[in-house]
C-alpha cells in the first residue's frame, strides 16, 4: 500500500522527481486539502462574507433576474472552486458562480 508520502510527481521546471507535498506547497495550494475560491477580482472568499454582483444575474426556476450590484450577505462556500451558496429573499438554493461576484 502506498502512503501520499511516498508519492512523488515530476517538476518539468527543475526535470527532478519531487515529493507530493513539497509539490502541492511549491504551487501554493492549501496544506488541509481545502479548496480557495477567488471572487471576480482574485480576492479570496471565506464563509460568512458579503459579496455583490458584478452583472445582471437571471435566477432560473424563480423567474426573477438579479441585478448588478445587489448584495448577498452571509455566503457560504460549497467545497467547489467556483460555487458559493447564497440566501436571498424570494430564492431558495441560490448557487452562485464565483466569477460573477465581488467581495465587498
Given at each position: 500500500?502506498?502512503n501520499d508520502?511516498?508519492?512523488f510527481?515530476?517538476?518539468?521546471?527543475?526535470g527532478?522527481?519531487?515529493?507530493?507535498?513539497?509539490?502541492?506547497?511549491?504551487?501554493?495550494?492549501p496544506?488541509?486539502?481545502?479548496?480557495?475560491v477567488?471572487?471576480?477580482?482574485g480576492?479570496?472568499?471565506?464563509?460568512?462574507?458579503?459579496?455583490?454582483?458584478?452583472?445582471?444575474l437571471t435566477?432560473?426556476?424563480a423567474?426573477?433576474?438579479?441585478k448588478?450590484?445587489?448584495?448577498i450577505k452571509?455566503?457560504r462556500?460549497?467545497?467547489?472552486?467556483?460555487?458559493?451558496?447564497?440566501?436571498?429573499?424570494?430564492?431558495?438554493?441560490?448557487?452562485?458562480?464565483?466569477?460573477?461576484?465581488r467581495?465587498?
Open positions: 500500500m502506498q508520502d511516498d508519492s510527481v515530476y517538476e518539468e521546471a527543475s527532478e522527481w519531487i515529493s507530493a507535498a513539497d509539490a502541492a506547497a511549491a504551487a501554493g495550494a496544506a488541509d486539502g481545502a479548496v480557495e477567488r471572487d471576480s477580482v480576492n479570496l472568499l471565506a464563509d460568512g462574507d458579503q459579496v455583490t454582483l458584478i452583472k445582471d435566477v432560473k426556476g423567474g426573477q433576474t438579479l448588478r450590484g445587489t448584495l452571509s455566503i462556500l460549497t467545497g467547489d472552486a467556483q460555487e458559493i451558496d447564497c440566501k436571498f429573499d424570494g430564492i431558495k438554493g441560490l448557487v452562485l458562480r464565483a466569477e460573477f461576484v467581495k465587498r
